[in-house]
């Protein structure tokens, strides 16, 4: 089942604002993921992370991926009313018997009041 | 452009009723995957497959079966649907060790009355 926390489930925030979620797991994780799911659609990779350590930016996103192996977090700057959506964190063990099988977090759903 | 396909974005079926659910891709990927997604609880996995003819339960797999007889295509399948498969069910494919993360396609939102 489930093995992420994400956090928070809900942000309600002004555009122009910073944003910040996370995730943790009580177990290590090898490859770190960050997807972006819009209204309607399926979700979209947005940043993967391979190392521990690993700090990665596309655009106004920037993620890390934790020196534990256990956690990472995604930060937004300078929110625009696109950013809208369910960010959804995702993990790979990369161990032979489970293969590529990611495990998702619950999702942290973003408004963004313009 | 690469993607995942799945063939409805909206169904509406009875309780009882035998319902198929395809999705193809076009990235000659490995892996195929079926997730469901609710409020609130994320995506928990259904069923995934690593090859043709192959199939491994996920997390949530009662009630539901699957079916991958040629590489691109992969169905899930309610053998008698019931309310509470009322769901988006997402589609997802990726290669190799899948180190690059999933392709999703664009889900079906199944409303069982």
């Known amino acids: 089942g489930q093995q992420l926390n994400q956090s928070p489930q809900s942000m309600f925030i002004q555009e122009g604002e910073d944003v910040s979620m996370n995730c943790t797991s009580s177990s290590i994780f090898n490859t770190w993921l960050w997807y972006k799911q819009e209204p309607g659609e399926g979700p979209v990779l947005l940043i993967a992370?391979?190392?521990?350590?690993e700090l990665t930016s596309n655009g106004r996103l920037t993620a890390q991926f934790g020196i534990t192996r256990k956690d990472s977090f995604l930060n937004i700057s300078a929110s625009i009313p696109s950013d809208v959506g369910i960010y959804f964190c995702a993990g790979q063990k990369g161990e032979e018997t489970s293969g590529s099988r990611l495990t998702f977090g619950e999702g942290t759903q973003l408004t963004v009041n313009p | 452009d690469v993607k995942v396909t799945q063939s409805s974005r909206y169904l509406v079926k009875r309780t009882g009723e035998k319902v198929f659910l395809e999705c193809v891709q076009d990235m000659d990927h490995e892996n195929m995957f079926w997730y469901r997604q609710d409020p609130g609880l994320g995506l928990r996995l259904i069923y995934f497959?690593?090859?043709?003819?192959?199939?491994e339960k996920g997390d949530i797999p009662e009630g539901y079966s699957v079916s991958r007889e040629k590489k691109e295509r992969f169905s899930l399948i309610l053998e008698s649907a019931s309310t509470n498969q009322t769901s988006m069910y997402l589609c997802?494919?990726?290669?190799?060790?899948?180190?690059?993360?999933?392709?999703f396609g664009s889900g079906t939102r199944l409303t069982v009355v």
């Open positions: 992370l391979y190392k521990a350590g």
């Open positions: 497959s690593y090859d043709v003819k192959m199939k």
């Open positions: 997802a494919s990726s290669s190799g060790t899948g180190s690059y993360g999933y392709t």
